[in-house]
């Protein structure tokens, strides 16, 4: 019991890090060695875990089923077995209980509720769903008979068509596929922008700074980013906003409700891995224990899930990759397509790789982020000094 409560909270402490996938490695061997029940059973947050543990789990293996020529995820970290795991990683790195700054911050706030909230949860509750939210068999891989589409608008039965390589363009890759007689389409993105990691992290956490890359159009076509409203913040970097776009008429608005969380795989695989998902119903969300806002009037809720992995190369290179399926609602005309992937997306690229190139600048309002919000960026820090402590090891 002693060492069943030891293992538990290790596993908790590295999750409080955002160490998804080691956390999750340390719940997978005690469920092998005391039961799925007992330690599904023993703390809610355990649900949690092995939920985004699948989804990362469910993300890596859908890249390397795209068969695209050039794109290498590594697969190999979340193929390796507990033992060799823990050598390699867990016993090399420690993990502070230290969650929160010295900060009377929001952030911090909002954290300490919501896990008062997880740990005032009854475990036998209906919110739990026990029974039916295991992710991964005693040996540590997917259950093949449940859906991981994070969204159902997404599941789509017609086969997807040949993949288009749209812009090749170094250092910036771009490939679109559709889907036959659907309106669902996917896209997958390549890059490298030559600044530090955390430049990068700013430009996509700051989200009230998102219309700096982000682009509205307003000729040949009204198309782009109107709006983004936060709904939630827990945790560090656990989101969900609210997005709406302005796409041309005849065709009404977009708006998407999305979920964001991050895995903090910087010391065991030098890379962060992000998530995001559209929350596709409105009211109240019993995992999240929020309100979802209702529909706008003027617009439709789209559905969109994916995410990527941005990976420090050097001091001042950075690579991303991201993979996005989407749902348009419509089989958009192929000038609209056409507008949205070789004007619109490309344009995203450029305009986020320039801001990201700014931060370092003296007037850069993302500059002065990285010094305001050091509850995020400290703890970023810290872990890349982690990271070369233990290379040096």
């Not at 769903?129 to 449940?146: H, M, P, T, V």
């Not at 068509?161 to 036959?180: A, H, M, S, V």
């Amino acid at each position: 019991m002693v060492e069943f409560e030891k293992k538990l909270g290790q596993a908790i402490i590295l999750y409080k890090d955002e160490r998804v996938w080691e956390s999750h490695m340390i719940i997978q061997n005690l469920i092998k060695t005391y039961g799925f029940a007992r330690v599904y059973k023993s703390n809610p947050v355990i649900l949690e875990i092995q939920r985004r543990a699948a989804c990362v789990k469910y993300f890596i293996d859908s890249f390397i089923e795209l068969e695209i020529s050039g794109i290498n995820v590594n697969s190999d970290f979340y193929d390796k077995k507990y033992e060799d795991f823990s050598k390699e990683f867990l016993l090399r790195s420690q993990s502070s209980d230290v969650f929160f700054s010295g900060d009377d911050t929001d952030s911090n706030e909002s954290f300490e509720s919501s896990n008062s909230l997880l740990e005032s949860l009854d475990p036998q509750s209906s919110q739990l769903e026990n029974s039916c939210d295991g992710y991964f068999d005693d040996d540590g891989n997917l259950f093949k008979d449940k859906d991981y589409e994070q969204c159902s608008g997404l599941v789509t039965k017609t086969r997807p068509k040949e993949w288009q390589y749209i812009i090749q363009k170094d250092p910036f890759d771009l490939w679109y596929r559709g889907y036959e007689n659907s309106s669902v389409i996917e896209i997958c993105f390549q890059g490298s922008i030559k600044t530090n990691i955390l430049n990068i992290l700013s430009v996509f956490y700051e989200r009230d700074l998102y219309s700096c890359w982000i682009p509205y159009y307003t000729f040949p076509i009204k198309f782009g980013l109107n709006s983004i409203k936060e709904v939630m913040h827990k945790d560090r970097v656990h989101l969900v906003v609210a997005i709406y776009i302005d796409i041309p008429w005849p065709f009404s608005n977009r708006e998407i409700i999305l979920e964001i969380w991050t895995s903090n795989e910087i010391i065991p695989n030098n890379r962060i891995f992000v998530h995001a998902s559209s929350i596709e119903n409105h009211g109240f969300h019993p995992r999240l224990q929020i309100d979802v806002p209702y529909y706008m009037g003027y617009s439709n809720r789209a559905n969109i899930s994916g995410g990527g992995l941005v990976s420090p190369e050097a001091d001042d290179l950075t690579h991303l990759i991201f993979k996005w399926k989407i749902d348009l609602l419509f089989e958009p005309p192929k000038f609209l397509l056409n507008f949205f992937l070789k004007n619109f997306i490309k344009a995203c690229w450029e305009k986020f790789s320039n801001v990201c190139l700014q931060v370092d600048h003296p007037n850069s309002l993302h500059k002065e982020r990285l010094k305001t919000n050091k509850d995020l960026y400290d703890f970023i820090r810290e872990k890349m000094k982690e990271k070369e402590e233990a290379k040096a090891a």
